[in-house]
């Protein structure tokens, strides 16, 4: 880069590597995209079993992911696909996957990853069909059985937007250290680190017509299953 003197740019210290060993041992879970490009697919970081006939082909079908650092996919507790509403042609999020397949492969999303992962479990239950290839039914994780369509979607029974649901990065990075009510909206509970900016594009539209940022739909996914 024209005016930097190489020699320091060596010397900078690598962000990706310093975020790699914060969460080493952590219960964190890394989100990805997906992609029409490359051949990246992520590690799974659990064990998938299924009774019935084999549901490997009932989610929808990806190419590829965007790739994660290495390093942040090994020291990873969990790494879960983003995509809420992959495939459709309407803007509005009234189900959302809880895989993806490339056919050969299942991929939990975020919202399934923190849930295991906030339980210490290891394994997702899929149940399949009796009968015929490529159908879920059901999805267990941990104490929780979650009934899904025969894609393995969860159908979304949103709640108006709240903002009590979301705590501001200022408030997380304050120069003062974090106040009492900011530590406890976050201790002890799953929290999903996203955006609510417009310009990154993942502003999602809801069967209640609200524009609500997309990391709010994989929050209400969890609070759906939880409550039960």
Same mark, same amino acid.
């Given at each position: 880069v024209p005016g930097i003197d190489p020699a320091l740019v060596d010397r900078l210290p690598d962000n990706d #590597? +310093?975020?790699? !060993? $914060? @969460? &080493? =041992?952590k219960p964190v879970v890394l989100g990805y995209g997906i992609s029409n490009e490359g051949n990246y697919h992520p590690q799974v970081k659990a064990g998938i079993a299924f009774t019935g006939e084999s549901p490997v082909d009932a989610p929808p079908h990806i190419r590829a992911a965007t790739p994660l650092r290495p390093q942040l996919e090994a020291n990873a507790a =969990? +790494? =879960?696909? @983003? $995509?809420?509403? *992959? =495939?459709? $042609?309407?803007?509005?999020? !009234?189900?959302? *996957?809880?895989f993806l397949t490339d056919g050969e492969q299942l991929y939990p999303g975020l919202a399934l990853e923190a849930m295991r992962v906030a339980q210490g479990a290891s394994t997702y239950l899929i149940a399949g069909a009796p009968e015929g290839q490529g159908i879920m039914t059901s999805v267990k994780i941990g104490d929780f059985v979650i009934p899904v369509t025969s894609a393995g979607e969860l159908w979304l029974y949103v709640s108006p937007d709240r903002a009590e649901r979301y705590v501001s990065a200022k408030d997380v990075l304050a120069p003062n250290g974090v106040s009492p009510q900011t530590r406890a909206a976050i201790e002890g509970n799953i929290v999903f680190v996203g955006t609510s900016s417009a310009g990154l594009q993942d502003i999602r539209?809801? &069967?209640?017509? #609200?524009n609500v940022p997309g990391v709010s739909l994989h929050a209400q996914m969890v609070e759906q299953v939880l409550s039960g």
């Open positions: #590597e +310093i975020f790699a !060993r $914060s @969460i &080493a =041992g =969990g +790494i =879960g696909h @983003i $995509s809420l509403n *992959p =495939g459709k $042609s309407t803007a509005v999020v !009234r189900t959302a *996957p809880l539209v809801t &069967a209640l017509g #609200e």
